[in-house]
């Protein structure tokens, strides 16, 4: 991924104070870069820009960049909507600032290049030039889809993120889960997200550590595997850097010794095979492109940790171009009659593509000197897609052309790759994110969903296919195959013979499950050791919590979507989290709202119960949030000219409420203060401890109370727990 996007005067991000930040750019010899455009000034373009308007009948300056990369990639796209994009962009976005110092302007003029170098096509570029108008302006988004159109409307409204006043805690889980959902039905949203990610990760220098830190996290959880997934190997790459740089600054660091001393070198070993590849393939008469693919820094540190001292050849890989499919087992053929192949080296994602859309063939060829060379062949088109994923796709939703290059978009791949706007793993996600009780355990779900990074595809006995993760068994394609039905699954055939439902899978497998005619069957509570994917794991748990069995405890301590796990120690400067697994978080105190046809949500930054006086305020989506009366946030909404909505408390007397406990630290603290709560008859639906601060300890809980009323009794019995010195109902601080 190209870096011009990157404002030479912002620091970079994993950069300590006082030090000039490095580039990522992995170091190479001039000879073998390829040729890259003069580095964009940021800072300059968006000082013109609050100049003004350029005229009617051209692009202004500043975007010129952006339209010169665009046309590379589509020669006839119309350039007027980007022009009026801008417009106002740049009208709408006038006076407002980042913290690094350039106009906001340059953010989404960033965004939009990286956008526009992968190949988006036009509808993506208009609304990436618009996707923070509706959250920071006064722009609404009536007014964008007025004036551009639903689709870029659509994309927009997409990225804008939930007002953390209305939310509270939840805004960023909540946000993600709606991203994903308008991603299930056009996935140029989470395209538009990753490159606002990989600019603000640019510029993050600027934040302080903590902050550099926690945004780094949900980059490395999240947003890389996301990009894995839709293949947008191009923006992962240089997510991983940029994260790698902030997290594990020390080896970061280590590892660019490395590169710079392997670019120091007199000899060059990769670009001495790449001429020997050049020379076979020029012998048998193939047309190719044969290029040194220096390796990211991440790939750098995996290699080294994985052989040991690294070796010349194995700081990049050879990447072979040719034209039409037949050629890339052409080039094979050729590299290994001439050449010493490494067999354990070679796979064929042609044949077999990858679930995100990547084909290429791998082998390796090794010299004399025991020198290894990675061999990457693939056609240009595939090379496109590979670096770009779904973004190649251009808009993937319109109708094939009659001129639409070949195999552009219109590859029709088996099982998982039957539909690459909609692959599987991402209608899993939607399907079990359905089930999810509240944010919390959605986010942390999500986070272990996205680390199982392998697929498999299994064969039905009916001939369809299901996708699954690596590691998953009998139960989770019981549980993708028929849902909840899946609790009467009795047995299973795999590959034609008996298997238990806790049989491991393996990729081309064939199940065939075996269903009891009982509809009364219930699921075997050991089935939550064996399940591996979220949505087996949550049905089943769900069962197991409207179903608890007399005087047994429930076997669900486990996290969400994995089996157990020994506990491991907190890290420092992280929180702790518990939540008992299999425990139902059951609805909320109800409020009703004096609005026809809305739904109400109780506030996260002061969790009103009964009988507080409560008011309530409109938001995004037809939702009204329930706040106390004298929540900061509801005077912040008041002072801002929102109506208020009036609300008023329902029939049921069950509530949800945070409790923050202040204590001094001491052994077994947690389990007598978890103990008095469970005590009162309260159940705990999450928990985080923060680290000690001068042997003072803050615990937040949020729990489950049966009767409102019996609120003031568990404050009391938590304060009389021996350390606890005050126990309140927190106020959340809203953004200023």
């Given at each position: 991924?190209?870096?011009?996007?990157?404002?030479?005067?912002?620091?970079?991000?994993?950069?300590?104070?006082?030090?000039?930040?490095?580039?990522?750019?992995?170091?190479?010899?001039?000879?073998?870069?390829?040729?890259?455009?003069?580095?964009?000034?940021?800072?300059?373009?968006?000082?013109?820009?609050?100049?003004?308007?350029?005229?009617?009948?051209?692009?202004?300056?500043?975007?010129?960049?952006?339209?010169?990369?665009?046309?590379?990639?589509?020669?006839?796209?119309?350039?007027?909507?980007?022009?009026?994009?801008?417009?106002?962009?740049?009208?709408?976005?006038?006076?407002?600032?980042?913290?690094s110092g350039e106009p906001y302007i340059t953010h989404p003029l960033a965004v939009t290049l990286i956008?526009?170098?992968?190949?988006?096509?036009?509808?993506?570029?208009?609304?990436?030039?618009?996707?923070?108008?509706?959250?920071?302006?006064?722009?609404?988004?009536?007014?964008?889809?007025?004036?551009?159109?639903?689709?870029?409307?659509?994309?927009?409204?997409?990225?804008?993120?939930?007002?953390?006043?209305?939310?509270?805690?939840?805004?960023?889980?909540?946000?993600?889960?709606?991203?994903?959902?308008?991603?299930?039905?056009?996935?140029?949203?989470?395209?538009?997200?990753?490159?606002?990610?990989?600019?603000?990760?640019?510029?993050?220098?600027?934040?302080?550590?903590?902050?550099?830190?926690?945004?780094?996290?949900?980059?490395?959880?999240?947003?890389?595997?996301?990009?894995?997934?839709?293949?947008?190997?191009?923006?992962?790459?240089?997510?991983?850097?940029?994260?790698?740089?902030?997290?594990?600054?020390?080896?970061?660091?280590?590892?660019?010794?490395?590169?710079?001393?392997?670019?120091?070198?007199?000899?060059?070993?990769?670009?001495?095979?790449?001429?020997?590849?050049?020379?076979?393939?020029?012998?048998?008469?193939?047309?190719?492109?044969?290029?040194?693919?220096?390796?990211?820094?991440?790939?750098?540190?995996?290699?080294?940790?994985?052989?040991?001292?690294?070796?010349?050849?194995?700081?990049?890989?050879?990447?072979?171009?040719?034209?039409?499919?037949?050629?890339?087992?052409?080039?094979?053929?050729?590299?290994?009659?001439?050449?010493?192949?490494?067999?354990?080296?070679?796979?064929?994602?042609?044949?077999?593509?990858?679930?995100?859309?990547?084909?290429?063939?791998?082998?390796?060829?090794?010299?004399?000197?025991?020198?290894?060379?990675?061999?990457?062949?693939?056609?240009?088109?595939?090379?496109?897609?590979?670096?770009?994923?779904?973004?190649?796709?251009?808009?993937?939703?319109?109708?094939?052309?009659?001129?639409?290059?070949?195999?552009?978009?219109?590859?029709?791949?088996?099982?998982?790759?039957?539909?690459?706007?909609?692959?599987?793993?991402?209608?899993?996600?939607?399907?079990?994110?359905?089930?999810?009780?509240?944010?919390?355990?959605?986010?942390?779900?999500?986070?272990?969903?996205?680390?199982?990074?392998?697929?498999?595809?299994?064969?039905?006995?009916?001939?369809?296919?299901?996708?699954?993760?690596?590691?998953?068994?009998?139960?989770?394609?019981?549980?993708?195959?028929?849902?909840?039905?899946?609790?009467?699954?009795?047995?299973?055939?795999?590959?034609?013979?008996?298997?238990?439902?806790?049989?491991?899978?393996?990729?081309?497998?064939?199940?065939?499950?075996?269903?009891?005619?009982?509809?009364?069957?219930?699921?075997?509570?050991?089935?939550?050791?064996?399940?591996?994917?979220?949505?087996?794991?949550?049905?089943?748990?769900?069962?197991?919590?409207?179903?608890?069995?007399?005087?047994?405890?429930?076997?669900?301590?486990?996290?969400?979507?994995?089996?157990?796990?020994?506990?491991?120690?907190?890290?420092?400067?992280?929180?702790?989290?518990?939540?008992?697994?299999?425990?139902?978080?059951?609805?909320?105190?109800?409020?009703v709202a004096d609005l026809p046809g809305a739904s109400v949500r109780m506030a996260g930054c002061c969790?009103?119960?009964?009988?507080?006086?409560?008011?309530?305020?409109?938001?995004?989506?037809?939702?009204?949030?329930?706040?106390?009366?004298?929540?900061?946030?509801?005077?912040?909404?008041?002072?801002?000219?929102?109506?208020?909505?009036?609300?008023?408390?329902?029939?049921?007397?069950?509530?949800?409420?945070?409790?923050?406990?202040?204590?001094?630290?001491?052994?077994?603290?947690?389990?007598?203060?978890?103990?008095?709560i469970a005590a009162e008859g309260v159940a705990i639906v999450s928990a985080t401890v923060e680290p000690?601060?001068?042997?003072?300890?803050?615990?937040?809980?949020?729990?489950?109370?049966?009767?409102?009323?019996?609120?003031?009794?568990?404050?009391?019995?938590?304060?009389?727990?021996?350390?606890?010195?005050?126990?309140?109902?927190?106020?959340?601080?809203?953004?200023?």
């Amino acid at each position: 991924m190209s870096a011009e996007a990157t404002n030479p005067a912002t620091p970079g991000p994993a950069t300590p104070a006082g030090q000039r930040p490095a580039s990522l750019e992995p170091a190479a010899p001039p000879a073998h870069r390829r040729k890259a455009r003069p580095r964009i000034d940021l800072r300059r373009l968006g000082r013109a820009a609050l100049l003004g308007p350029a005229a009617r009948d051209r692009l202004p300056d500043a975007i010129g960049h952006v339209a010169e990369a665009h046309r590379a990639h589509h020669p006839d796209a119309k350039l007027e909507p980007l022009r009026r994009a801008w417009v106002l962009a740049e009208s709408s976005h006038r006076g407002q600032m980042r913290k690094s110092g350039e106009p906001y302007i340059t953010h989404p003029l960033a965004v939009t290049l990286i956008l526009a170098e992968l190949g988006a096509e036009t509808t993506t570029l208009t609304a990436s030039l618009l996707h923070d108008t509706v959250e920071d302006t006064e722009v609404t988004l009536d007014q964008v889809r007025e004036e551009f159109g639903d689709e870029v409307c659509y994309l927009v409204d997409g990225v804008t993120k939930l007002e953390k006043v209305d939310y509270g805690a939840a805004a960023e889980p909540e946000t993600f889960r709606k991203m994903l959902v308008a991603t299930g039905n056009d996935v140029r949203v989470m395209s538009i997200k990753l490159a606002d990610r990989l600019h603000n990760m640019r510029t993050l220098g600027v934040m302080r550590p903590e902050k550099q830190a926690r945004i780094a996290k949900v980059t490395r959880d999240v947003l890389i595997p996301l990009a894995e997934r839709l293949g947008v190997q191009a923006l992962k790459t240089e997510l991983e850097d940029l994260v790698f740089a902030i997290l594990h600054p020390e080896e970061y660091e280590h590892t660019r010794g490395l590169i710079s001393e392997n670019a120091n070198r007199d000899d060059d070993p990769l670009a001495e095979i790449a001429e020997e590849v050049r020379a076979v393939l020029r012998d048998a008469g193939i047309q190719a492109e044969v290029l040194i693919r220096p390796r990211h820094f991440v790939s750098v540190h995996r290699v080294s940790r994985k052989r040991g001292p690294m070796r010349g050849a194995d700081f990049g890989r050879l990447l072979v171009l040719v034209n039409e499919d037949a050629d890339c087992y052409g080039v094979l053929g050729e590299l290994h009659t001439c050449l010493t192949p490494v067999v354990s080296e070679f796979k064929d994602f042609i044949a077999v593509p990858k679930f995100n859309l990547y084909q290429s063939l791998h082998t390796a060829v090794t010299r004399g000197d025991g020198q290894v060379a990675e061999v990457l062949i693939r056609t240009h088109q595939m090379h496109k897609v590979a670096e770009a994923g779904v973004i190649a796709l251009g808009n993937p939703y319109a109708p094939p052309s009659e001129d639409q290059p070949d195999g552009a978009g219109e590859r029709s791949f088996d099982g998982e790759r039957a539909d690459p706007t909609r692959p599987g793993w991402l209608s899993r996600l939607l399907d079990w994110q359905q089930g999810a009780p509240d944010p919390d355990t959605f986010w942390s779900t999500l986070r272990e969903d996205l680390a199982q990074d392998r697929e498999i595809t299994v064969f039905r006995a009916d001939g369809g296919s299901l996708g699954l993760p690596e590691g998953a068994s009998c139960v989770d394609a019981a549980y993708a195959q028929y849902g909840e039905d899946a609790h009467a699954c009795i047995g299973a055939r795999v590959n034609g013979r008996l298997a238990t439902l806790s049989t491991v899978l393996r990729d081309g497998d064939t199940v065939q499950l075996l269903m009891g005619q009982d509809p009364a069957s219930e699921p075997s509570r050991e089935w939550l050791e064996h399940a591996h994917t979220p949505a087996a794991r949550i049905a089943i748990q769900r069962w197991m919590a409207t179903h608890p069995a007399p005087g047994h405890e429930e076997p669900a301590k486990a996290s969400a979507t994995g089996p157990r796990q020994p506990a491991a120690p907190a890290r420092p400067a992280e929180t702790q989290s518990a939540r008992p697994a299999g425990t139902q978080a059951a609805r909320p105190a109800s409020a009703v709202a004096d609005l026809p046809g809305a739904s109400v949500r109780m506030a996260g930054c002061c969790t009103p119960v009964p009988p507080d006086e409560v008011t309530g305020f409109a938001v995004r989506g037809g939702v009204v949030t329930v706040h106390r009366v004298e929540c900061a946030g509801a005077a912040r909404m008041k002072s801002a000219g929102r109506p208020e909505v009036g609300v008023r408390w329902g029939d049921t007397t069950e509530c949800r409420v945070t409790l923050l406990a202040e204590s001094f630290g001491r052994p077994h603290l947690l389990a007598d203060l978890t103990e008095a709560i469970a005590a009162e008859g309260v159940a705990i639906v999450s928990a985080t401890v923060e680290p000690p601060s001068q042997q003072r300890v803050r615990h937040t809980y949020t729990l489950q109370l049966p009767d409102a009323a019996h609120l003031s009794a568990l404050m009391r019995a938590m304060r009389n727990v021996p350390g606890v010195y005050d126990v309140s109902r927190p106020q959340h601080p809203t953004p200023q």
